[in-house]
């Protein structure tokens, strides 16, 4: 059975061969107390070691036939399922309407702020931000969906679940064991993602580096995680030309290939002119969101698709569930994310409608709880 270590130097679940589905909750504090806080991380580290091991919530120790089982049950036969748990930190966790109520304030990361409006969001309050996440990832979904049900149990008194997204079908590669996956448009997503097998990449571009924040040393060694659930309008894609969408996004469908020509893993060339202009259209999707035209700004993305049921209209309320993870979220994925909100083609099928940023700590030793550092 795939099962993934919990503790080590990064958190499980960022460089971790994306797995096929996602649970993802956002959870707000509801007590005041720091030590509650703490019990709670403490909690929630045990159990999730336990439940990545393949193991019961409470060890499988025998139970009180008069109270609940400690353990919710459903994932009893299952195997881990390649099961990752990732917790992160958000702003309001260190300081909320003005008030600090952990005494975290002085430990705020820089980078750690709310996400500003960028160009034609559409945010839904009740499906942004929280002050602290869970990132479960599974190849079941009943095992995903067992983590966060568990964790939020385990919560009940000291957190309460804000939001809350299920995803399927991963919309990245994140080692370059796994082949690239399609997203909901039906376009390789993944291509020119960052891997699990670029440890410079990695440590430049992914992981908060000692140093990079006196005041949050206690993140070195963890990584900021962006969440933005992004509509996308399916229907209207769907009668969109095959000309048209590939140059939406500067590829071709079938293989991935740069329309500037080669395979999938080709370098799109961007000087490379055609009868009206560019073969790489300015304003297509990978040609915004190249570093070439970020200031070498990368993003390990590690997103998944979502559907939602049906609108009102009858139309799928389907899309992308964005993840990436980040070093430095405000000075190099807002200015990314302002530039496509603003330029890309693309958006015209897209409608941004939630919204988060989250610290993530660092890996977690033998016998501490995760983010054990920061109190
Ligand atoms: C690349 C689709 C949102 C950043 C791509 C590719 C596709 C794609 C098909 C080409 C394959 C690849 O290299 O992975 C989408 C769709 C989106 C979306 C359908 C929304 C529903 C975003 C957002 C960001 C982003 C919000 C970041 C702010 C990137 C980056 C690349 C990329 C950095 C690689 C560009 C390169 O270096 O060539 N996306 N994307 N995407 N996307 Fe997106």
């Known amino acids: 059975p795939l099962a993934y270590a919990f503790h080590g130097e ?12 996602l649970h993802f909750a956002a959870f707000d ?25 393949g193991e019961l919530v409470g060890g499988g120790a025998p139970q009180p ?19 990752t748990i990732t917790f992160g930190f958000g702003p309001t966790l260190f300081e909320k309407d003005g008030v600090d109520r952990f005494g975290l304030r002085d430990r705020q990361p820089e980078e750690l702020r709310r996400l500003p409006h960028f160009p034609a969001d559409n ?25 966060i049900r568990n964790l939020s149990r385990i919560g009940f008194g000291t957190v309460s679940m804000r939001w809350a ?18 997203n909901l448009f039906g376009f390789k997503d993944g291509t020119a993602n960052l891997h699990a097998e670029e440890p410079e990449e990695l440590s430049d571009h992914v992981w908060v580096q ?33 000309r048209e969408q590939e140059s939406l996004i500067g590829r071709d469908r079938v293989e991935g290939a740069p329309l500037s020509g080669g395979t999938e893993f080709t370098e799109p060339d961007f000087a490379l002119q055609g009868r009206s202009g560019p073969i790489m259209p300015m304003d297509s999707h990978v040609r915004l969101a190249h570093p070439a035209q970020n200031n070498n700004t990368k993003l390990l993305r590690r997103g998944y698709n979502f559907t939602d049921g049906a609108d009102a ?59 054990q550092a920061l109190f």
């Open 10 to 21: 990064h958190q499980a679940g960022i460089v971790t061969p994306a797995q096929d589905r």
């Open 313 to 371: 209209l009858g139309r799928l309320d389907a899309g992308l569930f964005f993840i990436a993870f980040v070093r430095e979220p405000l000075t190099r994925y807002v200015p990314m994310q302002t530039v496509l909100s603003r330029d890309d083609a693309l958006m015209e099928y897209l409608e941004h409608t939630g919204s988060g940023l989250w610290a993530v700590p660092p890996g977690i030793a033998q016998g501490h709880y995760v983010g």
């Open 210 to 242: 000692p140093g990079d924040d006196p005041a949050a040393d206690w993140l070195a060694g963890g990584s900021y995680l962006v969440a933005r659930r992004i509509s996308m309008r399916i229907e209207t894609w769907d009668r969109t030309s095959l």
């Open 123 to 147: 945010l839904d309050e009740v499906r942004s931000d929280g002050d602290l996440c869970i990132q479960a990832c599974a190849n079941d979904p009943q095992v995903a969906v067992h983590a």
């Open 165 to 182: 997204q299920l995803g399927f079908g991963r919309t990245s590669s994140t080692s370059t064991t796994q082949a690239t996956p399609r």
């Open 29 to 53: 504090v509801t007590s005041d107390s720091r030590e509650s806080l703490i019990e709670l991380l403490e909690a929630w580290t045990v159990a999730a070691v336990a439940m990545t091991a």
């Open 65 to 83: 036939y008069d109270a609940p089982p400690q353990d919710t049950g459903e994932a009893q036969d299952l195997d881990p399922a390649g099961l």
